[in-house]
């Protein structure tokens, strides 16, 4: 079946060592997107990769970087993680035209 | 920046009543789509109306959407206890992004 997968479900880093989280997908869509989601808030948008135009929001932290290298995978690198970053991070993708994401399962970031 | 804000915070009922979800948000918008989080897992998504839409049915999914008063309710009826999830109204207002409300925590009592 056509999806998003996202690896490790569950990551465990240590203060200020830098992670990598990566995300990839069968749907061949265009648009990919990462999230950042912590206990019981909404999802909030950390950027975008529209093909390979890369777009961030403005108070995405620049302790979050990401990279696209081709159509299928998309990493979130976080540079020196803090406690405040353990959360939820969801990649979710788009195809073309349409307006439904589809989401991975998430990986579970845990900070020590 | 939050778009939508959803009320209540959480909501348990009784199997096979049904639940309604409320949303509201504050900037014109293109469509409006619910989703589904099952607890630790991805996002699913479950119906979307657009802005020229005031009514849309999927299953056991109703969906209103009043843009006058930037609002939208989703009715699940004949609840199930796999329906137990949260739930979030997102609001598209831009090509390529959505931004989530607050979500619905609903619970099912067996």
């Known amino acids: 079946d056509a999806m998003v997968i996202q690896n490790p479900r569950y990551q465990v880093t240590q203060f200020g060592k830098p992670v990598t989280l990566s995300c990839s997908q069968t749907l061949n869509h265009n648009v990919m997107y990462w999230y950042q989601q912590k206990s019981s808030q909404a999802p909030k948008l950390l950027f975008h990769y529209y093909d390979k135009d890369f777009n961030n929001e403005a108070d995405t932290p620049d302790n979050f970087q990401s990279r696209r290298p081709n159509t299928s995978f998309c990493f979130l690198d976080i540079r020196s993680p803090g406690l405040g970053d353990a959360a939820m991070y969801l990649c979710?993708?788009?195809?073309?035209?349409?307006?439904?994401?589809?989401f991975g399962p998430g990986t579970r970031l845990l900070v020590l | 920046s939050q778009q939508g804000e959803e009320d209540p915070q959480a909501l348990s009922i009784q199997e096979g009543e049904n639940a309604t979800m409320n949303c509201s948000y504050k900037?014109?918008?293109?469509?409006l789509q619910w989703y589904r989080q099952n607890s630790g897992r991805g996002l699913v998504h479950l119906i979307l109306i657009r802005s020229n839409e005031r009514e849309k049915h999927s299953g056991r999914l109703r969906v209103t959407l009043d843009t006058s008063k930037k609002s939208s309710s989703l009715l699940i009826t004949a609840s199930r206890a796999a329906d137990t999830a949260s739930y979030f109204c997102a609001t598209d207002s831009s090509a390529s992004k959505i931004i989530f409300g607050s979500g619905t925590r609903l619970s099912i009592r067996p």
């Open positions: 900037t014109s918008i293109n469509n």
């Open positions: 979710a993708t788009r195809d073309r035209g349409q307006e439904t994401q589809y």
